[in-house]
């Protein structure tokens, strides 16, 4: 089969949806298909995460709305001749991708990458820049409208299925994502001092990470050993300067950028902590996990609930009062080397149970079929597709206008 993945952002950074594509992509090539990934070429020429050789690489600038510029671009695409597009996508960029590919009339899959709460949240925000007032239900709407448009869906969480209309569920399909379990444990690595992790925290206000920061702070002079480590961008650099001016952290908040290799940094630590209000299915929690570490995080993100349970091989804890209840969560942590270790075993266990690679690929390969079928199973859905079309066709022309 010749299957080519939309990945708008690819080549824009290293993020959870750009991962999933990059892993499915090499794992489809190496069991025989032709693959093709096409992404937006704004960001750069060359796909953030590594693709086999025999990968086709499509930069495009296939959001233009420039007729000539289209034209071509349709002719790139043509030229790769695909049975199925899968887009990976998780904002307004779904309103250009839909009416491109719909011209290549071939089957079309959608994977959601975010929660479902978060997808309707950028939906809404996608169409307040474009001009358009959307409430949560006309967001939840137009959301089960892209849906009942495309041959397949796939979330990434299983209890994110109860969020599409009964009607479409057919062609629906809940799993988690694989990030490849080794088939043995690793040998431990000998620790480097008693370090946390905190991956992606200081990215933006969704992720939360500052509350890591302040959470630590507050237990710094009890644990003197203790450090806390963030890992990526830092857009809350004043604030971490100044809890790291404290008398009892002196600097023990390190910042430490962009790491190529984040296993080793996983298995350095003795936990990790995900403060997001909003996940789809982070790939820190399962990397952490993966490494051999639990991970603590608060009960009301849903894709930190449907990865990990609570005193088993993580904790879960509650937001109110955020910064107390997560140093709370630490403090039981750093107190008991007993625990650490019981839920790292719990973590690493679940991880072989969950990351079976033979399965996650026979998982996809059906929505592949059942998308390629274009049997009466489709009734199922037009009565909906019928109702919703409208709202979907006039979020297009407000993308176009």
């Known amino acids: 089969m010749r299957i080519l993945l939309s990945v708008p952002s690819l080549s824009r950074g290293k993020g959870g949806a750009e991962k999933t594509a990059s892993d499915l992509a090499n794992a489809w090539d190496e069991t025989g298909h032709k693959v093709g ?35 071509a671009e349709e002719r790139r695409v043509r030229a790769f001749r695909p049975d199925i597009v899968i887009i990976f996508y998780a904002d307004i960029s779904i309103l ?38 959307y409430d949560f239900k006309a967001a939840f709407l137009l959301r089960q409208a892209i849906f009942a448009s495309v041959n397949g869906i796939r979330l990434v969480l299983p209890s994110y299925l109860k ?33 946390i992790v905190c991956v992606g925290g200081l990215k933006d206000f969704n992720k939360n990470g500052v509350v890591a920061a302040r959470a630590f702070a507050s237990l710094a002079a009890i644990y003197p050993g203790w450090e806390l480590h963030f890992y990526g961008v ?21 910042q430490r950028g962009l790491v190529h290799e984040m296993e080793s940094e996983y298995r350095a630590a003795e936990f990790s902590v995900l403060c997001s209000f909003e996940e789809g299915n982070p790939n820190t929690v399962n990397e952490s996990m993966l490494a051999g570490i639990p991970t603590i995080g608060f ?11 609570d005193q088993v091989d993580g904790l879960i804890i509650s937001r ?17 080397p007993t625990l650490r270790s019981r839920l790292a075993h719990g973590a690493y266990q679940t991880m072989l149970e969950r990351q079976d690679k033979k399965k996650y690929l026979r998982n996809w390969n059906r929505i592949l079929a059942n998308a390629d079928l274009q049997s009466g199973d489709e009734k199922q859905a037009q009565p909906l597709a019928h109702a919703l079309t409208p709202l979907l066709n006039d979020a297009i022309a407000a993308f176009r206008r």
């Open 299 to 309: 009960e009301d993100c849903e894709g930190y609930r449907g990865l990990v349970t």
């Open 234 to 254: 830092n857009r809350f650099a004043n604030e971490i300067e100044r809890l790291n001016r404290l008398p009892s952290v002196q600097g023990r908040i390190v």
């Open 163 to 195: 969020s599409v209309a009964p009607a479409l569920r057919y062609k629906t399909a809940a799993f988690y994502n694989c990030q490849g379990a080794p088939e043995r444990p690793s040998p431990a690595e000998p620790k480097k001092g008693k370090r």
């Open 37 to 71: 990934v096409i992404f937006n070429a704004k960001g750069g020429a060359h796909p953030a995460y590594p693709l086999n050789e025999g990968i086709t690489r499509l930069p495009s600038r296939y959001n233009s709305q420039q007729p000539n510029v289209l034209a």
């Open 320 to 336: 109110e009062p955020e910064v107390k209840s997560l140093a709370d969560a630490m403090a039981m942590l750093m107190d008991n």
């Open 96 to 133: 250009w991708q839909l009416p491109f590919f719909k011209r290549l009339e071939c089957p079309i899959a959608v994977q959601e990458c975010t929660s479902p709460i978060r997808g309707v949240r950028n939906l809404i925000k996608g169409m307040e820049r474009l001009g358009a007032d």
